[in-house]
């Protein structure tokens, strides 16, 4: 009995997991792309803004995939007991790394092993990038203040979903709370976001870039029945960027996308 193939993920599924989002959409949208996709503007559109249209175009797609995927899905059993642990723990991160800092050599010896530990390591490229630029721009003192920073942002970010506890809250009744959030939240989410969001996104996104280099309205343009659809060299062009993305893609759907941003204007 044969199997079914397993279908390779689209790319911009991939995208969503990426470490380096810019590095891969370059390799998505290289040079050999922009040789045929200039010819869809008639105002010779420069280099430099075309290349930053078509990357900006590609982040809002899978920027808006990424939000419509999170809509569709649910909170799990657990997820405001974790989400408060985060909290908590981020609480108690930037508490520590207060205290830790009042101590030179403790701020010393922490923050230079820090940044060994995130060299020795390849799978913190993002981490290291975030190292190496806060040692560049900040006095050597100041080097675990990003961290701090983070920790009562994430502290603050949680707890504007779900009230964090106090010290002296009852456990118990807090682990409750936090269920009943959950399930409360799962049972009365409400879906706001247009079925192709992601492309509404992305025709949001390339509007800028079209109307600055081409002449040609940015509409959806008229059905013609010779050739079964919209005349739309807009739609084309803008398909062209969305099918690197998302092979399953028509361009139909993105003809409909220009017409729902231009009737929201």
């Given at each position: 009995m044969s199997r079914?193939?397993?279908?390779h993920?689209?790319?911009?599924?991939?995208l969503l997991?990426s470490?380096?989002?810019?590095?891969?959409?370059c390799?998505i949208y290289?040079?050999?792309?922009?040789?045929?996709?200039?010819?869809?503007?008639d105002?010779?559109?420069?280099?430099v803004?075309?290349?930053?249209g078509?990357?900006?175009?590609?982040?809002a797609y899978v920027?808006?995939?990424?939000?419509k995927?999170?809509?569709?899905?649910?909170?799990l059993q657990?997820?405001?007991?974790?989400?408060m642990?985060?909290?908590?723990?981020?609480?108690q991160?930037?508490?520590?790394?207060?205290?830790?800092s009042?101590?030179?050599?403790?701020?010393?010896?922490v923050s230079?092993?820090?940044?060994k530990v995130?060299?020795?390591?390849?799978?913190?490229g993002q981490?290291?990038?975030a190292?190496?630029?806060?040692?560049s721009?900040?006095?050597?003192?100041?080097r675990?203040?990003?961290i701090?920073?983070l920790?009562l942002?994430?502290?603050e970010?949680?707890?504007?979903i779900?009230t964090?506890p106090?010290?002296?809250?009852?456990a118990?009744?807090?682990?409750?709370?936090?269920?009943?959030?959950?399930e409360?939240?799962?049972?009365?989410?409400?879906?706001?976001?247009?079925?192709?969001?992601?492309l509404?996104?992305?025709?949001?996104?390339?509007q800028?870039?079209?109307e600055?280099?081409?002449?040609?309205?940015?509409?959806r343009?008229?059905y013609?029945?010779?050739?079964?659809?919209?005349?739309?060299?807009?739609?084309r062009?803008?398909?062209?960027?969305?099918?690197?993305?998302d092979?399953?893609?028509?361009?139909?759907?993105?003809?409909?996308?220009?017409?729902?941003i231009r009737?929201?204007?």
């Amino acid at each position: 009995m044969s199997r079914t193939p397993k279908k390779h993920p689209e790319p911009w599924q991939l995208l969503l997991k990426s470490t380096d989002t810019y590095r891969d959409l370059c390799e998505i949208y290289p040079a050999a792309f922009f040789e045929d996709f200039v010819t869809h503007f008639d105002r010779g559109p420069e280099a430099v803004k075309l290349f930053k249209g078509v990357i900006d175009t590609g982040h809002a797609y899978v920027r808006g995939k990424w939000l419509k995927k999170a809509e569709k899905s649910k909170f799990l059993q657990y997820s405001g007991v974790h989400m408060m642990g985060a909290g908590d723990a981020a609480r108690q991160l930037a508490k520590s790394l207060q205290q830790l800092s009042k101590s030179d050599l403790a701020n010393q010896m922490v923050s230079s092993r820090l940044a060994k530990v995130l060299a020795a390591d390849a799978s913190t490229g993002q981490s290291q990038k975030a190292c190496l630029s806060l040692a560049s721009s900040s006095g050597p003192q100041s080097r675990l203040d990003v961290i701090h920073q983070l920790a009562l942002a994430l502290e603050e970010a949680i707890d504007q979903i779900i009230t964090l506890p106090l010290e002296d809250d009852d456990a118990a009744e807090t682990r409750q709370r936090a269920l009943t959030y959950v399930e409360v939240a799962n049972r009365t989410k409400v879906k706001v976001l247009s079925k192709n969001f992601a492309l509404d996104e992305a025709a949001r996104a390339f509007q800028p870039l079209w109307e600055e280099f081409s002449t040609v309205a940015y509409i959806r343009g008229r059905y013609k029945h010779e050739i079964g659809g919209y005349d739309c060299a807009l739609g084309r062009a803008l398909h062209q960027i969305i099918r690197e993305l998302d092979s399953t893609v028509a361009e139909s759907l993105v003809g409909t996308a220009i017409e729902n941003i231009r009737t929201h204007l």
